[in-house]
């Protein structure tokens, strides 16, 4: 298995009552969803007129050991940068802040810690 990129990054998710999940999200390498560099108080996906995202979405994985991310509590994460032979995860450099996409849902915000990529 050919071994990817990883940034370590601060996440917190967003209680259901905020928008976020309903059930919470674990780090594991099952749970694969998408970052969006930019404002991490943004809680709506940007569209276009004809309801297309304007924004890019970079394919994340998270590498933990199966730990339930509680909503509303910071965690330190390892993401794997799942595609980086095909995109340009460049914009994921420290500091850099995000929010945490299922689809077009934005579902947490974090920081990037350090970038190896």
Do not use: K, W
Not at 88 to 93: C, P
Not at 107 to 112: F, N, T
Request: with cysteine; aromatic share 8%.
């Amino acid at each position: 298995m050919t071994s990817v990129p990883e940034i370590d990054a601060r996440v917190t998710f967003l209680s259901h009552a905020e928008g976020g999940r309903r059930t919470c999200a674990f780090d594991s390498p099952d749970y694969r969803p998408h970052l969006v560099v930019g404002d991490p108080q943004q809680r709506e996906a940007l569209l276009d007129e004809s309801g297309s995202l304007l924004e890019a979405y970079l394919g994340v994985q998270f590498l933990g050991n199966g730990n339930g991310l509680t909503p509303g509590v910071s965690h330190v994460v390892t993401l794997g940068l799942m595609y980086y032979l095909n995109v340009d995860y460049s914009g994921l450099s420290s500091g850099t802040t995000f929010t945490i996409r299922e689809g077009g849902h934005i579902v947490g915000y974090g920081r990037v810690l350090t970038a190896t990529n």
